[in-house]
């Protein structure tokens, strides 16, 4: 057996798993050690596609995917995910659903659920909602299941909500980890995890937040930085602050780019909308207050207009370590005179980077397929072993 | 094998089942034989999937749905069925397609059937049209087999015309069957099929029509109540009253709800359009007067206004035998203070009746899964034999 | 084993193949053993399909479609093929995605392509765009597997470009080689490529150009007729010209659909939109001049009914060889008194032909499967001989 995969496999024989008929929300609802598995059953998974097998599990079994917001990466992952372990993909368009006409989401969870497996749920638009929605679609099946209407519970992928995109931020952490060589190499190092002006509005949180809610947890130094007024959900902050006390390392929130990058190893620059502005738009679509979110939109778009020059350009890189920081992105990113006039990172810099954050992106559909496996079979780690050792080619 | 399985196979091996290649479209074209068949491999799959048991027959072929009406429950049941046997689903959106070009549908039909085992098709929109372009398909597949355009001939399902809903009634009967321990015991049993107010205009009458055209074959005293103009088509009422005389049941219409109720095992309170407004609506639309139609519709809901009493609450249930009948609905249902101020059912009954709906929804994809066995599979009751025997588990 | 099968697969073993890991863009990118091969593996294909035969070829995999244009067949030909041969579908539809908000095709060419064995592209519209995207979307994949983004380079398969549109030709030529017996029965049969009014604007020139290109490669004699005004790219029609003189064949320009159909063996009317129109299209579309697109497509229907004469009628099919030419269409076909007032084909003369153009059309999927196994298998003619000897049956 290849090496990398009989290490991780011995790593995980020995780690505490309690995922299985599970949800996956929130990164920090999950034991440091399932947040382990998941990046080295990725890792597995990553590992077994490069050679060639087959890790399907599944003979057959759906996959539902409910996208609130447009996607082309995070639908294509959770697409591959889902086909790579076995499972066929159902999209729920609530645009063709009866949900149109009012359903209920207890009644349509339980509707869907009669044979799938997982659902995977994006839902970031409105603060408050997204995560809101998801637990409700995954009490509605818990209750199903107690009471016999379902077979077996499906478990709900957070695909991104308002306040994390745990997909995503596990991604970046098999990136980090696969770049620096693994998760205690992690220790210590500075993250700088930044706002950037972007001319467009509305961006999500989860990133930010997730990003300052998972790495504190490796002992990194986690620098967050933003312009007066683009708070993130205090929260999250409180969690990412207990963090840095348990796992020693450090977090600080600064009010320049250029604070955060100095001796940064990492730079994540990327915009978000302010958590109050959010707020406010959430009570507005609520209300249907059209002038209103409108007035807001202007309003919002003109006070990032402020704050141009948190771009990521060469100057600023230069004060990252050995001026050479791995920049991370969730792409896709507004480049300046690419995408916009005036965007999250200069061209150059984003250039000299784009092979790295394509590598970034490329290991989510490892992890939802590692996150399908951990929630969906009772003893995953014997299904992996038992896959490793079967020798299937995928062709 | 368990102990369902054993004697399920037992009784399907004496069945004379001649669904080999045909369409399924109207229950009352299929012998009761045929019927049963449909029960017993849809209650052997569903144990089957609550053992983790596979039920994939197919190594690979298409299963392609049109839908010409939003459905959520039916797109998921149709969809979870494909896949269960081991189908990939494709689904012709007409708005993508060429149709909107002006293809006959003779020459879609074949086009689209080189590699298809079934097509799955909801029409219900057009009293006159759903059933006549289902067979329109089935004669166009037909004659490319014939002609050797085809390599098989795929089988037509009806997702729900304009006539019959039969994946629903099936799955109805199979809750039925379910519920009241057997086939058997549901003779004599009174059942109240009966118009229920709703705010909405135009519900098919594929429901109580199906209902009253499959239960009446079940020995069953069926209880048809509407207001007066409320009428189904003619001719499946002739039937109803044929199958009632041949089966020794009884059928019966009434003009209240409180008389369908009164003493009736179950009740299945549910809203549908008149059948001559049906009628009136089709012409107005073949010739697109759409004055026309909003007029149709004002009255139509003017009609509907005067009829709220119509709705299944507590007061009336007390009228049902031991006050406590099964309450039936093909969902959703409109609630009252719930889904709209006033509707099909109170909140209190439609609580108390919520898990039984949704497990009476829950038979559905296995229907559909029997009757792509049934109608694909040369012998299907030995493929079904050989699945439960080889016992592959699903993960 | 089966006759045809072993036939075929003897004269595989001897043919020179060098498509794994390619792209599927333009047949006469293709050696003459590449396109013989193509034929033959799509002939297994069918004949395996008849059998009742599995051919999956894949355990897991992603096969993704991008269309930029309607489609009916080529969507099912693509959905189809894909399941057949056991990769999953997923369609990229532009409106969902991210593209709409500026992503660049390189990233989201990478993107997608994680999990991705095939990617087919349909992208006809615009001149000097369609084949263009094709090789941008190729050489982004080709880079990221080159910067070990990617695991496996993805192929791209020309579901139909502004040049050529190599699944229908290919199908066609399968048809052909059916129809008369053998390839070398083709040497010297008469084609005619006819332009044929429609009532429409804008039609692709990938068929004419394709076939011209492909069948003056089998030593046919191809006739290309059309309209003063109506000339297709004049690099497919030098192309097609050293074809003629290479293969011993011939190919001639003709301006009266008479003069092509007299003595064909083979027709092939068909209306297009002249090259130099869709290139002022191009240039109008590019600068968003809506009034200058207008105008172009109310002058160029003008010049279209100028030539209503040009309809494939009785008389007309008369001066073929022995009045009895194949009709070929890749349909659907404008007919005059059925899809249209007056069209590409008179109304007896399509219905005499009808079959024989749904068979024509039944080839794609086997066309499009043979492509997916000879870019993704190093050793396909291997995996077809593996496949046919296990003998595992689709059901």
């Known amino acids: 057996m290849n090496a990398t995969l009989q290490t991780n496999l011995e790593i995980l024989k020995k780690l505490q798993i309690g995922t299985y008929n599970k949800d996956f929300l929130l990164t920090w609802e999950h034991s440091d050690d399932e947040i382990k598995a998941v990046l080295l059953v990725a890792e597995c998974l990553s590992e077994m596609h490069k050679l060639g097998l087959s890790y399907r599990a599944f003979d057959t079994g759906l996959a539902i995917s409910i996208f609130r917001d447009k996607s ?3 639908r294509f992952s959770f697409a591959s995910a889902a086909n790579a372990v076995g499972l066929g993909l159902s999209d729920l368009d609530e645009e063709k659903s009866q949900i149109a006409h009012g359903e209920t989401v207890r009644e349509t969870a339980n509707m869907i659920s009669f044979l799938t497996e997982v659902i995977g749920i994006r839902d970031d638009i409105f603060l408050g909602e997204g995560n809101r929605y998801m637990r409700e679609v995954g009490a509605a099946v818990e209750d199903g299941f107690k009471k016999n209407v379902l077979h077996q519970r499906p478990s709900i992928i957070n695909l991104q909500c308002d306040i994390d995109h745990p997909t995503q931020t596990l991604a970046d952490l098999v990136h980090l980890k696969t770049y620096f060589g693994g998760l205690e190499k992690l220790r210590g190092k500075k993250i700088a995890m930044t706002w950037a002006y972007s001319p467009s509005y509305g961006k999500p949180l989860s990133v930010p937040q997730g990003i300052i809610g998972l790495m504190t947890r490796m002992g990194m130094k986690v620098s967050l930085a933003y312009p007066k007024g683009y ?82 350009d060469d ?6 370590a050995n001026g050479n920081a791995l920049y991370m ?56 072993d038992e896959m490793i050792r079967r020798n299937v080619m995928r062709k």
């Not at 100057?315 to 990252?320: D, F």
């Open 231 to 312: 708070e993130l959900i205090p929260e999250v902050v409180e969690l990412a602050k207990k963090n840095a006390a348990k796992y020693q390392g450090s977090f600080e929130i600064v009010d320049t780019m250029e604070a955060a990058f100095t001796g940064a190893d990492i730079v994540y620059p990327k915009s978000w909308a302010p958590y109050q502005v959010m707020q406010r738009r959430t009570a507005l679509l609520q209300k249907g207050d059209k002038p209103g979110l409108s007035a807001l939109e202007k309003e919002c778009l003109a006070n990032n207009a402020q704050h141009q020059a948190w771009e990521c």
């Open 315 to 320: 100057a600023k890189m230069k004060l990252t």
């Open 72 to 74: 082309t990466r995070t």
């Open 329 to 384: 992105h969730c792409l896709p990113a507004d480049i300046s005179d690419v995408s916009c006039a005036r965007g999250e990172v200069s061209k150059t810099v984003f250039d000299h980077a784009r092979i790295e954050t394509y590598k970034q992106a490329g290991f989510k559909p490892f992890v939802i397929s590692a996150l399908i496996l951990l929630t969906r079979l009772q003893n995953p780690v014997a299904k992996l």
